[in-house]
């Protein structure tokens, strides 16, 4: 009798050797009728060891046969658990990969006798339940904070806005990717940046270049341009009571410009240096606009390097000031974490390769924040683990000085806290801030009201990298001026509120994210390169949880920039994981370290930068329709219980 010969479906090798979303096994698979012995007789389980090991079935899907499979190559239910199955995060999925999932798949299929497992299988999740969908609503319990969040998928020209049991409830659509931050305003328009494609020679992550205002029916009804060969917005944008925009943007400074400005010649490892600069828009609509305000961080300088230069001083006796000289170490980024970084939809690579550099980017200002009651902005600042206030309530030739405004000390800092060795007031162990984005203060009427808030990153934290939310108060007179004492750092000593999870690095997230206190004291976390928005009350109980399921649509790499690049594979790169890269997991069933998974990375590309709780009052809203339009997923049974607590 003549060997049964099998043919094998593209939806077979899905169903079984990927597993995307399910532990179960094709019945074929037991049966030895599929799987890795299509096409061939299949051995009975007993007699498999006798037979050479064949290629695993994910192995099909390499196309031009390099002996690993990228994300180009892999069909859309691969690409839903490409990063989970692409364990050393280089970017493709190699034999060994694919044979230690598969193999990974088929003991969990045991186990469980052919059920359906969790969705996240091994990565530490406390309270995954069995049925938790991979995607969408996970949670929606009693104590949330009613309202509605809004989110911009970093590889999506949409916008969303679901309600708390995430149906999506509108939507607008733009012809750009986001450029990264957007807002409701109280009139009911989108304000949003974007993603100029023509930002040359800029690149690197949080690429902007385009304010947009769109109308609750996606018209655009005003666009500013902020990009050319000196400049370049990124990162973030604040709209103002006044209607004005502030928008974050590098300019640049070359070589020969900031070495005359005091610059070691030795950190100059490029050509140029992009520092920071603020600028305030009146918006000209419909297409344009007029720079009313701005302040440069060149014009706050110091530096101890060469007394012939510019800028020269005590660095310690001037924490108003900026060190030209401070290393830039939070900005430096492995080949590996960049091209990581490329496939979430945040780094813009530049047009061509460029080897090992040094980044130009050397500020990195990835929030801004303002404060009306005090007319002051906060910022963000990456490339120094700080945070920054400066004066707002200057004019412009006040803001390049050291006199005026409200403070009396025109652009100068008027407090800085996270990293006191960049004033020369603290160690590398006094350091509490890594790689942190969004630091904001708490709007009036919240818990904390008029305190700081922010998402402490964890990159590079001397105890392991894991991802927390701070709650800082700055230390002010009766006048309302920050304080310190003398070659003191700014204090507070010690944030008034940290949330970390039980597991440290359950919401790690290396770059991007935020957190947002809410109305009832409830704080949301958005732990952006996951697309995992959480809502956690006052005792850190999860209340509410959402992961995101949009943003593949976009090509990882954007038009222009290195048509056909595929990144090489990653040397070095232990079981561990890259340098910068997510913290190991608890070991597999084999016994390799691996790396911990949040939900949301099995989607790899659904990245987001931060998002927005909107309270069912919010003006924007007032009127609006917001009926769902879309659902992504079926709120879980502890939801169903308490009916449904969408606002009304």
């Not at 037979?51 to 839903?80: T, Y």
């Not at 186990?111 to 309270?127: L, S, T, V």
């Not at 509410?544 to 954007?558: K, L, R």
């Not at 994981?577 to 790396?595: E, I, L, V």
Request: net charge negative; charged share 25%.
């Amino acid at each position: 009798m003549r060997p049964r010969e099998t043919s094998l479906s593209a939806a077979c090798v899905v169903a079984i050797a990927l597993s995307v979303g399910s532990s179960a096994l094709c019945a074929h698979d037991e049966l030895g009728e599929c799987s890795a012995w299509a096409g061939q007789q299949a051995p009975s389980p007993a007699n498999r060891q006798d037979h050479a090991e064949p290629e695993p079935p994910i192995m099909r899907f390499d196309r031009d046969r390099d002996g690993r499979v990228s994300r180009n190559e892999a069909p859309e239910q691969l690409k839903e658990s490409f990063d989970r199955i692409d364990t050393n995060d280089d970017g493709f999925i190699d034999k060994d990969e694919a044979r230690r999932h598969a193999e990974t798949v088929r003991a969990r299929g045991r186990q469980q006798g052919g059920a359906r497992g969790g969705p996240w299988p091994g990565d530490g999740r406390p309270d995954a339940g069995a049925r938790t969908p991979r995607s969408g609503l996970l949670r929606n319990e009693q104590g949330a904070s009613e309202g509605y969040t809004l989110f911009a998928p970093l590889r999506s020209t949409t916008t969303y806005l679901i309600d708390m049991r995430g149906n999506v409830v509108h939507s607008w659509k733009s012809d750009y990717t986001p450029g990264c931050a957007v807002y409701l305003l109280e009139s009911g328009n989108l304000l949003r940046a974007a993603r100029e494609p023509g930002g040359q020679p800029f690149h690197g992550g949080g690429l902007g270049g385009k304010i947009q205002e769109m109308e609750w029916d996606g018209t655009v009804v005003w666009e500013f341009d902020y990009v050319d060969d000196q400049h370049l917005q990124h990162h973030d944008i604040e709209p103002l009571p006044n209607g004005n925009v502030l928008l974050i943007a590098w300019e640049t400074k070359s070589r020969a410009e900031v070495i005359a400005a005091g610059r070691d010649p030795a950190l100059m490892k490029r050509r140029d240096l992009w520092p920071d600069h603020i600028i305030e828009v009146k918006p000209d609509r419909p297409r344009g606009g007029t720079i009313v305000w701005e302040w440069h961080v060149w014009d706050h300088l110091i530096q101890d390097h060469d007394p012939a230069k510019a800028n020269f001083g005590v660095v310690a006796d001037h924490p108003e000031l900026i060190d030209i000289n401070f290393p830039q170490s939070s900005v430096q980024l492995s080949p590996q974490e960049q091209r990581r970084l490329e496939a979430l939809g945040y780094i813009v690579p530049p047009p061509q390769p460029q080897g090992v550099q040094g980044s130009a980017n050397w500020n990195h200002t990835n929030a801004i924040a303002y404060n009306a009651a005090l007319d002051q902005i906060v910022l963000s600042v990456l490339g120094f683990n700080e945070i920054w206030v400066i004066d707002h309530s200057t004019t412009t030739e006040q803001a390049a000085g050291h006199t005026g405004g409200r403070s009396g000390k025109g652009g100068d800092l008027l407090y800085r806290w996270g990293n006191p060795r960049a004033y020369r007031a603290g160690t590398t162990a006094d350091r509490q801030l890594f790689a942190h984005h969004d630091a904001h203060w708490i709007a009036p009427g919240l818990r904390g009201a008029g305190h700081l808030l922010v998402f402490n990153n964890g990159r590079a934290r001397p105890d392991g990298q894991y991802s927390s939310v701070l709650e800082i108060v700055p230390p002010m007179d009766e006048r309302g001026w920050y304080t310190r004492a003398a070659r003191a750092a700014f204090g507070p000593a010690k944030p008034a509120w940290v949330y970390t999870a039980p597991e440290k690095n359950h919401f790690y997230s290396g770059n991007i994210s935020g957190a947002q206190r809410l109305p009832n004291g409830n704080t949301l976390v958005c732990s952006g390169e996951h697309g995992w928005f959480f809502e956690i009350d006052a005792d850190g109980r999860t209340v509410w949880e959402y992961v995101n399921p949009f943003g593949s649509e976009q090509p990882e790499h954007p038009p222009g920039r290195r048509p056909g690049f595929r990144p090489a594979p990653r040397p070095g790169i232990g079981p561990g994981g890259p340098p910068g890269g997510p913290p190991p997991g608890p070991p597999s069933a084999d016994g390799r370290p691996r790396q911990h998974r949040p939900p949301g990375m099995d989607g790899g590309p659904k990245a987001v930068f931060r998002t927005a709780r909107l309270a069912p009052d919010h003006p924007g809203l007032a009127g609006k329709d917001l009926k769902p339009s879309e659902t992504r997923s079926v709120a879980p049974a502890n939801d169903r219980e308490h009916g449904d607590r969408s606002p009304p």
